[in-house]
């Protein structure tokens, strides 16, 4: 008789889930003693999500899972700290895209490098190895789990 797995072991998602977490609150600790202190969790799980173009806040709230009530607020408070600009979208004059300003560039290259410092860590932690066949299994498994690759 198959008992499944055992009650002590954690599934797939909260594996992923552990680390993913650790590496969101290391990158958030570097930007905020980087200057970067007005922004929140909240605001950079939105920011995150604008592609190199812009992207439409209705596009932000589906990515990030929330409202796009929450999402505007976000952008709202992203945007009077100067992370963020809006601007017409070319495809659509009555749309506006939201994309990254100067200053969000500089929080994102300051991010960059506290991810760069995790990873590298990780790797230390792993072998080389082992933390290429981790990329490797979470790039293949994104092809089911992420509907916006």
């Given at each position: 008789?198959?008992?499944?797995?055992?009650?002590?072991?954690?599934?797939?998602?909260?594996?992923?889930?552990i680390?993913?977490?650790?590496?969101?609150?290391?990158?958030?600790?570097?930007?905020i003693?980087?200057?970067?202190?007005?922004?929140?969790?909240?605001?950079?799980?939105?920011?995150q999500?604008?592609?190199?173009?812009?992207?439409?806040?209705?596009?932000?709230?589906?990515?990030?899972?929330?409202?796009?009530?929450?999402?505007?607020?976000?952008?709202?408070?992203?945007?009077?700290?100067?992370?963020?600009?809006?601007?017409?979208?070319?495809?659509?004059?009555?749309?506006?895209?939201?994309?990254?300003?100067?200053?969000?560039?500089?929080?994102?290259?300051?991010?960059m490098?506290?991810?760069?410092?995790?990873?590298?860590?990780?790797?230390?932690?792993?072998?080389?190895?082992?933390?290429?066949?981790?990329?490797?299994?979470?790039?293949?498994?994104?092809?089911?789990?992420?509907?916006?690759?």
């Open positions: 008789m198959n008992e499944g797995p055992r009650r002590s072991e954690m599934n797939l998602g909260m594996l992923c889930f680390p993913a977490r650790e590496m969101e609150a290391r990158v958030m600790k570097a930007v003693a980087a200057g970067f202190d007005d922004i929140t969790l909240a605001q950079s799980r939105v920011f999500r604008i592609g190199s173009a812009g992207t439409r806040v209705t596009d932000l709230a589906e990515q990030a899972r929330v409202t796009k009530q929450t999402a505007t607020f976000l952008i709202d408070q992203l945007e009077k700290a100067g992370y963020v600009e809006r601007v017409p979208d070319p495809r659509d004059a009555r749309a506006r895209l939201v994309r990254i300003a100067a200053r969000g560039r500089a929080a994102i290259e300051v991010a490098e506290a991810e760069a410092e995790v990873q590298a860590e990780w790797t230390r932690h792993l072998g080389k190895r082992d933390a290429d066949n981790l990329r490797r299994i979470l790039t293949r498994l994104r092809e089911i789990a992420d509907p916006y690759r």
